[in-house]
């Protein structure tokens, strides 16, 4: 993320033009190439911005921001006042207070949602290190725990394979199959999820809900 | 640039152009309507960059020239104008508006600054509908598309064209409307416009009659009439396969007056409109009588009976009586057929053939309307 705090006039070019006259404004450029220009005003809105993916060039006090589609951003630096930039890392996405435990709610009341036939045993089921949040049984009547995320991300998945080493040492339930749900799960952790043997299921939160509901919809 | 035009005309025009003025506030040429003056015609255009609007009317041109002007401003001004000839002439950044005794001094903005709008492809293949028939098909459709932005490909209406028809779906996912009409362009094309769009093209449609040609593009969609043109962007994504949906058959069939239906719900549904969410009419089906309920003991209920002819079991089933007012307003039939399977299936709404007796189960209706409508778990 860099930020640069700048006297600066903007000029936008693409479907219409527009034009930003000289002020002080804070320039934003995201990692993921994303430029957004904003006053020290308006809420959360930029006075322009342009989406990725974007090629921004850096001139001798002008830097051009172009894309596929043809636009472009021209920004004229006048004066140079603050320029920082810091790596943000990975974002652990917005953590709403009670989703991921709704979530895991919702999937206790409909197993079926992870899987054809799939039956709850019991919520935060202990292992010794940790509850386990779902245990529930396939049609076939072996064990499969569940880790619910939000996001799923390669720590989750690394829980559950704990979870499922204590799991399998336990000779009522083993072999244990393991399943990892979320709303989102990331590519890194999808490939060790199935390298792992771990099932890897998205959950769409909003048609849980919906199911929860007595709401009946045609799709 | 300098005119004089009639006040209901250009009023109208104006009118017309607003609905499609932009206001996002960062870039302020979009909520300006352009107004270009060549010959004896005045040229109106308006964007807010998903639909462009362009028309024209005749006017008595003085000096060609073109200017932008702050749409609304413009609009409330116009619809404020007495019933005089309107003179319109710009000096320097102001349009001066004369009308009778009334003058306003409008400030101009840089027209250089107005984008250029969408044109539709010289060389498409260009299918001519009746105005008519446009208007009833949109406005038979169009209310049961989403408007909700969460998901975005349900907030339009998918226009579906083969050889010889062209079929028109929206859905929200508790209810669809689906009509077919015939279709004089053989390409195969499929394209999912904005229920914004396809709502100002019924508004063309209705108040000037006649045609509307559509031209049918891979990324955008020209609806054109005699002095107006409309260019919307499409919405991305794929629409939901919706023929899967319709059921195959049915349980029970019911045939009923469709006024009759309609009022009745309407008027029995009023005891759950003090409640935040809808409360559920429930139906009733007997062999002859179709007995309407609503209402809890908390608020208060009501029902009314009134006759249908019902083929199959005894059922009760419930819907939001909103959407189940929408497909009645929808079909325009006299009477409806309604055939269900149970309670928890979605039910199919047609209009009744014209004769006047419903024919046997097995001969059902070949109307070019169908309305599915989920039921309310009750």
Redesign the interface.
Known sequence: MRLVIARCTVDYAG????HLPSAVRLIMVKADGCVAVHADGGAY????WMNAPNTLIEGDGVWTVTDPKGEMLTITLHEVLLDVAEDCGDDPGLSKDGVEAHLQELLAAHPTALGDGLTLVRREYQTGIGPVDLLCRDPEGRAVAVEVKRRGEIDGVEQLTRYLDRLNRDPLLRPVRGLFAAQRIKPQARVLAEDRGIYCVEVDY?DLRGLAS?????? | MKFRAERSEFADAVMWAQRTVGDRA?????SGIKLRVDGDRLFLASTN?EIDSALSVPVQGERDGAVLVLGKLLADVVRTLPNAAVTAEVTADVLHLTCGRAQFDLRLMPV?????LKEPSADGAVAVMKAEEFARTVAQVARSASTDD?RPVLTGVNLEATAGSLTAVA?D????AMRTVPWDQGADTTVLVPRRAMEQARHAAEILGSEVSLLLEPAQVTFSFSDRRLVTRLIEGKF?D?RQ?IPAGFERRLTVDRAELMEVVKRVAVVGDSNTSVTPVTLHLSADTVLVKAGSGEIGQAEEALPGALEGEDLQIAFNPRYLADGLDAAGSERVVLEFRDE?K?AVLRPAPADAEAGPASSRPEADFLY?L????V
């Not at chain 2, 250089?112 to 250029?116: G, I, L, M, T």
Request: net charge neutral; proline share 14%; hydrophobic share 50%.
């Open positions: 479907r219409l033009t527009a809105k930029p006075l322009n909003d007595d709401e009946l919809r045609l799709f | 960062t870039l302020p040429a979009l960059l250089e600054d107005f984008p250029a969460a859905t996912s508790y209810r669809l939901p919706v949906l928890l979605p599915l989920m039921p309310v778990r």
